[in-house]
């Protein structure tokens, strides 16, 4: 009989044992791999797949009323967030906050099972930098260019000016509409605004997701080598923020009174070998939109996303990737944000 219990006592002890184990295995894995992952499921460091994130809290599985985020809800995405603004450079310093900036979130009555959130640069969850925030997934040190000068590009009205394209030119929105019908709209606003402007629409990962860049570049290299003219390139995705439990947010703010998705400009990196000299200009400029972004709109900005990876946007000292909303935000809010940026970028280079 003492046997016995000495038995049971054993393998309670093994059982206590693995569990604390592997809760601390958990956790030291998030705690490499958190950063790369967390804040948008884009692309994010495993290649060309979409990585579910945010929900690191078991239960609680509810979905927030009426699109409206929970008082629970909210506290877990502040949480995520913390997380994911908590990559910053060594020695970077705080600096104060834009004025009277409305960052509340709108509330919806559409696509009730999304989570709407603001995500924005100015939301106060974030370190804010002069007017615009930065989520650094690389270990480079970027605190001497977060201000640094730079030269910007001269403006052009006479010959194509801009090229907008999509690696991933199927990504849709939610209720239909796809990211080439958010690159028309901002096309259509950069000409209204007197800057002549290149939108390819050719699919470029119709047959596979994976090896979309290598495609998307042979037609961008095309269009310079045909318009050498053009200084300013963008790739127009759209994002997929959402868990494993199923739970998809909506980034979402509100401008002239129109629900307008949220935008987050990726800047890549040499970070994991590819050649890439000139990414520091691309994220001295890109850090210039968002501040522009901010001073003009708002909540329009999320923060700029520095990475490892090239993302092709190498081509020119002005290419950035923009990621307009989510796949829970509808077309038209994402048309919207297409329209606004399109005059931040402009309004920074004018």
């Known amino acids: 009989m003492p046997s016995i219990r000495i038995r049971k006592i054993k393998s309670i ?28 499921a884009y692309d994010y460091t495993f290649g060309e797949i979409e990585v579910d994130v945010s929900d690191f809290r078991p239960g609680s599985d509810e979905k927030a009323a ?32 834009l004025g009277n900036v409305t960052t509340d979130t709108p509330q919806v009555t559409d696509n009730p099972d999304a989570i709407v959130v603001n ?27 977060l201000y640094a000068d ?8 006479e010959d194509p000016y801009i090229l907008i394209y999509h ?50 570049i042979v037609g961008v290299q095309e269009m310079l080598e ?9 790739d127009v995705h759209r994002d997929a923020i959402t868990t494993q439990s199923g739970d998809s947010y909506r980034p979402l703010t509100q401008i ?20 890439h000299p000139n990414w520091r200009e691309n994220f001295k400029f890109a850090l210039d939109i968002s501040r522009t972004m901010g001073q003009n709109y708002g909540a329009l900005s999320r923060p700029v996303n520095l990475r490892g990876d ?9 290419t950035v990737l923009m990621e307009v909303g989510s796949v829970a935000n509808t077309l038209e809010e994402a048309q919207n944000a297409a329209l606004y940026t399109a005059r931040a970028v402009i309004d920074t280079i004018e």
């Open 150 to 157: 730079y030269t910007p590009p001269q403006p052009n009205k």
């Open 66 to 97: 009426g699109s409206v985020v929970s008082s629970d809800r909210q506290e877990l995405i502040d949480q995520v967030l913390s997380v994911i603004s908590d990559g910053g450079d060594s020695g970077q310093l705080e600096a104060s906050q």
């Open 310 to 318: 090239r993302f092709n946007t190498h081509v020119t000292n002005y």
């Open 167 to 216: 690696t991933h030119t199927s990504e849709e929105y939610y209720g239909g509409g796809t990211v080439v019908d958010v690159g028309n709209a901002m096309a259509q606003e950069f000409e209204r605004l007197g800057y002549k402007t290149i939108h390819l629409t050719e699919v470029y990962d119709k047959e596979q997701f994976s090896g979309a860049y290598s495609r998307s």
């Open 13 to 40: 002890l093994k059982g206590i044992f693995c569990t604390v184990l592997s809760a601390a295995v958990s956790v030291g894995v998030f705690g490499i791999f958190g950063k790369q992952i967390a804040g948008s």
């Open 226 to 234: 045909k318009y050498p003219s053009i200084q300013l390139c963008f």
């Open 256 to 275: 002239d009174g129109k629900n307008t998705a949220q935008v987050m400009l990726v800047c890549g990196t040499d970070a994991k070998g590819l050649s």
């Open 119 to 145: 995500l924005s640069a100015l939301s106060g969850k974030y370190k804010d930098y002069g007017g615009t925030s930065l989520i650094n997934n690389t270990d480079y040190d970027v605190t001497s260019l």
